[in-house]
């Protein structure tokens, strides 16, 4: 199957990215960890924006829990 | 079996056993689905087996399978690269999905004998398999003969698997042993090995049976490791694990195996795949399968620190 033209989320200095294959494959491979690839850049955007929701999620269930151990 | 017809060519490579993703309404999430098989594909997977025992199957109907297999070759998953599982009891719904995958030029089907709630006799048996290949006979797909655990579904003897071989071999490229029992490989391979090709689901078997192919529920987790197993005739190959000693695929597979026993497969497996692709819907199963509970989790988090997880090899 051809990957080119196909986007990718991958793990760097731990912050998720969006990034194209032809980017992908310029990395060094011990720098990422690749999570998904994707058809278009829009569907990896889509991915993307959902793990950030997540995340500010998890981080604000976080804050809630401090502040009643407070 | 009478026929001396030469062995065929079956599938070769790993097909993940792939996991179905679901939205919170329970509905197939096409899109993450998509992207879970176009990432397995680039991590070096041959192809992907839809529906099956991993894949939730018996919860999806036949127009939830027709649509996601239209969207997915649709949106340029080739269609060579998917097998479908037929695990169904109703004859006819079977030879439905045979004539999808037909339709669709899927690689193959894989079929399963029918789950039932009392025992059946041979003659029903083969008069099941003789219905599917009757009312599909204009087919090219390839078939393969799929053996479940038997907890769910009906065995087939020996005596029935030989009878459909003997009526039914131009149709059937192999026996695809699903059942967990590594004996039952060797009992296939006595019988059945010079007419079809036997494929078996355990990871740890593949190099005892010298297979080429492997249908995999572990290759949705670790689809690198199960690919340097079945491409590793010489045990020097081995997986290297940053900060971890280096470990052949055997002995991976082996100690994931270990990870794996002590929880329900299908929620351990998309809860590790949630841990994988940072994303917690995953975790979401269709009823009447469910999560796993927060102790399995934290029990499951423990043993998967010690294991090392590293989605970039495996």
Redesign the interface.
């Known amino acids: 199957m051809d990957f080119s033209n196909t986007w990718f989320i991958i793990d760097q200095h731990k912050q998720h990215e969006v990034i194209s294959y032809e980017d992908l494959i310029k990395l060094d491979p011990h720098t990422y960890t690749l999570l998904q690839n994707f058809k278009t850049h829009q569907d990896a955007l889509t991915e993307m924006s959902q793990l950030v929701q997540q995340s500010i999620s998890a981080a604000n269930k976080k804050i809630d829990h401090l502040k009643k151990s407070n | 079996m009478n026929n001396p017809a030469p062995v065929k060519a079956g599938f070769q490579g790993v097909w993940p056993d792939v996991l179905t993703p679901v939205k919170s309404d329970h509905s197939v999430d096409l899109?993450?689905l998509?992207?879970?098989i176009?990432?397995l594909?680039?991590k070096g997977a041959t192809g992907v087996v839809l529906f099956g025992e991993s894949g939730e199957g018996p919860s999806f109907s036949h127009e939830e399978k027709t649509q996601a297999l239209a969207h997915l070759v649709k949106?340029?998953?080739?269609s060579n690269?998917i097998m479908l599982a037929c695990v169904d009891s109703c004859a006819p719904a079977v030879a439905k999905l045979i004539h999808l995958a037909d339709y669709l030029k899927l690689q193959a089907v894989l079929i399963s004998s029918p789950f039932y709630y009392q025992d059946l006799s041979a003659d029903g048996l083969v008069n099941y398999f003789d219905f599917l290949f009757e009312h599909t006979q204009k087919s090219t797909t390839h078939c393969y003969l799929h053996l479940l655990p038997n907890k769910v579904h009906h065995d087939l003897p020996e005596a029935v698997l030989n009878t459909v071989l003997d009526k039914h071999l131009s149709r059937i490229y192999g026996i695809v042993n699903q059942t967990g029992s590594s004996s039952l490989n060797q009992d296939l391979l006595k019988s059945f090995a010079e007419h079809v090709l036997i494929y078996s689901c355990l990871e740890t078997d593949v190099k005892t049976l010298k297979s080429t192919g492997i249908i995999s529920a572990m290759a949705n987790i670790i689809p690198q490791v199960v690919r340097h197993q079945l491409g590793s005739s010489d045990v020097t190959q081995a997986v290297q694990i940053?900060g971890l000693k280096v470990k052949s695929s055997d002995e991976r597979l082996v100690e994931f195996q270990g990870v794996l026993a002590q929880h329900p497969s299908i929620a351990t497996y998309k809860y590790l795949l949630s841990q994988?692709?940072?994303?917690?819907?995953w975790q979401l199963a269709r009823p009447p399968l469910s999560g796993l509970d927060s102790t399995s989790v934290a029990a499951l988090d423990k043993s998967l620190a010690a294991f090392g997880l590293?989605?970039?090899v495996e």
């Open positions: 899109r993450r998509e992207s879970h176009r990432t594909l680039y949106e340029g998953i080739p690269a940053p994988i692709y940072k994303n917690h819907d590293n989605p970039n």
